[in-house]
């Protein structure tokens, strides 16, 4: 395999007065993983991301000390800010935050339900007072029902929506590996604000965006949902197999290495049984008919395929695999991940260090070759004291108008 090329007008650092989102003011009382994820791909666009964090810091800059003594998390999703420590229950704090909220673009938070309310910062009485300010909730599980109250972590809400019950194999429950419920919340929190700047781009007037976790964890379980309201069956924890199509799944190597293989119509079913497994009788066996004959007779269909694999190298497998046209991965570690082809990574400062972090998955002209740094908590509180000390109502920002 070769590397996916650069694309070819990105600089060794983008020019910040030619991105996307140049000119606009983000203002972030945020925390944890969702809208730092979020306000943090502003940042990468060009926005001024100013970050409100409590004087002992954003509590995530605690989860672990793995980059250089920084934590993986923060450095990850807040590169790119100017940091601010305040006390927003305290009225010269609050203050300062209404002033800088009066020149702001965009406003997100993920305090507890109601918190920003109580502040005076709710949504509806700052678009009121600020009718071009855009103004992004992050929540748990949305600003009504029974539960909205709940405390709503990652984990938590994979197991609420169910995301476990269709994740991992028969037995004891497991955790998807990564925080996928927080970002996939931030992901849909950046579209609505994306959005939404384009919507004020035309009518001059902001808007709200309301995101939860639960909606975005719900919204990634619509086909096992539907399956199992309407198809009257909901679909099993079949480990490294796929619930509805076979083969499609993991097999091991007589070398002990584990390649994933799908198969997704009936010519790729016929390729596979003639150059992959070397049976082309296999594919006009009646167990096998289509993918739903297939599916109904996985156990045996498995064991078959299992032998083959078993009786050869990953490399043979692979080189059936790709002669074939079948789709096909390996089933790697970290350090595969670290040392792959495809992997795409950008240099970011930490300290007096240098590390390389994934890139977005987005490439784009803008897209530069390193990442700006993260901030240490309250890094640019003098200067943001000093820039908005003084009433800004003759100040009010008019990017993207």
Not at 67 to 80: D, K, M, P
Not at 99 to 120: E, H, K, S, T
Request: hydrophobic share 45%; net charge neutral.
């Amino acid at each position: 395999m070769t590397p996916m090329p650069l694309t070819p007008q990105r600089a060794a650092a983008a020019d910040p007065a030619e991105l996307p989102l140049t000119g606009v003011l983000v203002v972030a009382l945020e925390q944890a993983v969702a809208a730092p994820y979020c306000s943090s791909r502003l940042a990468d666009a060009g926005a001024r991301v100013i970050k409100i964090e409590r004087h002992e810091g954003d509590f995530a800059r605690g989860y672990d000390s793995a980059v250089h003594g920084e934590c993986s998390y923060f450095v990850w999703i807040n590169r790119g800010k100017e940091s601010i420590a305040l006390d927003v229950k305290r009225e010269p704090d609050l203050q300062l935050l209404r002033r800088m909220l009066a020149r702001a673009d965009v406003f997100i938070q993920n305090l507890a339900p109601g918190a920003a309310a109580r502040l005076g910062l709710g949504s509806a009485e700052l678009r009121t007072l600020h009718p071009q300010l855009i103004t992004c909730d992050i929540s748990g599980y949305g600003e009504r029902g029974r539960l909205h109250k709940m405390k709503a972590y990652d984990l938590l809400v994979q197991a609420e929506s169910g995301l476990v019950a269709v994740s991992g194999t028969p037995g004891a429950w497991g955790r998807i590996g990564v925080s996928l419920c927080d970002i996939n919340a931030g992901l849909n929190a950046l579209v609505g604000i994306q959005q939404a700047l384009l919507a004020r781009a035309r009518s001059g007037r902001g808007s709200a965006v309301r995101v939860s976790l639960f909606d975005s964890a719900a919204e990634l379980m619509a086909v096992p949902y539907l399956q199992a309201r309407y198809g009257g069956k909901a679909p099993g924890r079949v480990g490294l197999k796929h619930p509805t199509i076979a083969p499609y799944g993991g097999f091991t190597c007589a070398d002990g290495r584990d390649v994933v293989i799908s198969v997704q119509n009936e010519r790729e079913w016929a390729d596979f049984c003639c150059t992959v497994l070397q049976e082309p009788a296999l594919q006009h066996d009646a167990r096998c008919a289509n993918n739903a004959a297939r599916v109904e007779h996985r156990g045996w269909l498995d064991a078959e395929v299992a032998a083959v694999f078993a009786a050869h190298t990953s490399a043979t497998m692979i080189s059936r695999l790709t002669d074939a046209q079948t789709a096909h991965g390996s089933v790697n570690s970290l350090d595969d991940l670290i040392a792959h082809p495809q992997l795409r990574t950008r240099s970011m400062p930490i300290g007096q260090h240098s590390v390389e972090v994934p890139a977005i998955p987005w490439a784009s002209e803008w897209d530069g070759e390193s990442y700006r740094a993260a901030p240490a908590v309250d890094e640019h509180g003098t200067a943001i004291r000093a820039e908005f000390a003084a009433p800004a109502g003759a100040q009010q920002k008019t990017a993207l108008e």
